[in-house]
Nanobody, 125 residues
Framework: VQLQASGGGLVQAGDSLRLSCAASTGTISQNVMGWFRQAPGKGREFVATINWGGSTTYYADSVKGRSTISRDNAKNTVYLQMNSLKPEDTAVYYC???????????????????WGQGTLVTVSS
């Protein structure tokens, strides 16, 4: 599975962005998907995850209430809608998929097997 993240950019604090993650090869319709981010000089951290059917989602406290993860399995795409963006949201955002299908979500970086190339989100104050 090859993942392609897009939708990042330079925005102002308070703005919104929608990130997309499309599978260019293979299908992700039965895979748990996650979004992670890595700020300059920091490790990769969990943002959100969604199960294969879209019925279960889980968010990091830092984005809870401001972000929504969703998926369109017919389009082989996962989304991350981010609202009320803050300067501390500045990071490279990565989408990821777990190899084993039809399993539970996870917030652990090590639980994911396939990673996209990342898309940069910069939030100015």
């Amino acid at each position: 599975v090859q993942l392609q993240a897009s939708g990042g950019g330079l925005v102002q604090a308070g703005d919104s962005l929608r990130l997309s993650c499309a599978a260019s090869t293979g299908t992700i319709s039965q895979n748990v998907m996650g979004w992670f981010r890595q700020a300059p000089g920091k490790g990769r951290e969990f943002v959100a995850t969604i199960n294969w059917g879209g019925s279960t989602t889980y968010y990091a406290d830092s984005v809870k209430g401001r972000s929504t993860i969703s998926r369109d399995n017919a389009k082989n795409t996962v989304y991350l809608q981010m609202n009320s963006l803050k300067p501390e949201d500045t990071a490279v955002y990565y989408c990821a998929a777990r190899r084993t299908t039809l399993i539970t979500t996870s917030s652990s970086v090590g639980a994911y097997d396939y990673w996209g190339q990342g898309t940069l989100v910069t939030v100015s104050s």
